[in-house]
């Protein structure tokens, strides 16, 4: 069936790093791919997506890629700040026949920024 | 913006108690999600609902059920809850269509004893 794998956390960073989280996924046909963030005490809430290879989602400088040939949609940043602190998920989504779609979320990865 | 509520934020159960977990969207959206969240496992479905009394079976609907009477609400009952349902429980809503975003509520935290 089909899965996300995300690395495992928590990530720790200075303020100014760059920042990846690995996602890979394992599914048939072409889902679309969406990064989540949950900030401390918070719902989700989307960050961003792509719906197609080769499509570059991107959002507060954010970015992924969707990548068909290597299954994944790593996600990027160049400068974090202590406000990107947060948990981060990756998703897949499955249109099913009855007209609805069902999303299919990694563990998620913890990220930890320090001034 | 869309919101989604949830009618508690913290709640304290015993075992064997029935419990009742409220969501309300009000952006008029078809589906309707209810999710556990747990360390390490990431965010799991219990049930879904595309319409208005219609429901399905998510990955993990054991031990629970839902109701949808109306299209904004979205109820998730414990009927007799356990230890092990001790988690974090997520709504959310969302229009139909693979490339849609869904929208979450702020989540309930449940502790039973």
């Known amino acids: 069936g089909d899965s996300v794998t995300q690395m495992e956390g928590p990530v720790t960073l200075s303020e100014e790093a760059f920042l990846t989280i690995n996602c890979t996924y394992t599914?048939?046909?072409?889902?679309?791919l969406f990064w989540y963030v949950q900030y401390p005490g918070e719902g989700l809430q989307l960050l961003l997506k792509?719906?197609?290879?080769?499509d570059k989602g991107s959002n507060k400088g954010f970015e992924a890629t969707y990548r068909k040939e290597t299954t994944s949609f790593h996600l990027e940043k160049g400068s974090v700040q202590v406000s990107d602190s947060a948990v981060y998920f990756c998703?897949?989504?499955?249109?099913?026949?009855?007209?609805?779609?069902?999303?299919?979320f990694g563990a998620g990865t913890r990220l930890a920024v320090h001034p | 913006d869309v919101k989604v509520t949830q009618s508690s934020r913290y709640l304290v159960k015993r075992t064997g108690e029935k419990v009742f977990l409220e969501c309300v969207q009000d952006?008029?959206?078809?589906?309707m999600f209810w999710y556990r969240q747990d360390p390490g496992l990431g965010l799991r479905l219990i049930y879904f609902?595309?319409?208005?009394?219609?429901?399905e079976k998510g990955d993990i609907p054991e031990g629970y059920s839902v109701s949808r009477e109306k299209k904004e609400r979205f109820s998730l009952i414990l009927e007799s809850a356990s230890t092990n349902q001790t988690s974090m429980y997520l709504c959310?809503?969302?229009?139909?269509?693979?490339?849609?975003?869904?929208?979450f509520g702020p989540g309930t935290r449940l502790t039973v004893l």
């Open positions: 792509a719906t197609k290879a080769d």
């Open positions: 609902s595309y319409d208005v009394k219609m429901k």
């Open positions: 952006m008029d959206h078809e589906n």
């Open positions: 599914a048939t046909g072409y889902p679309s």
């Open positions: 959310a809503s969302g229009v139909a269509g693979a490339n849609n975003e869904q929208f």
């Open positions: 998703a897949l989504s499955r249109f099913l026949s009855g007209g609805y779609n069902k999303l299919i």
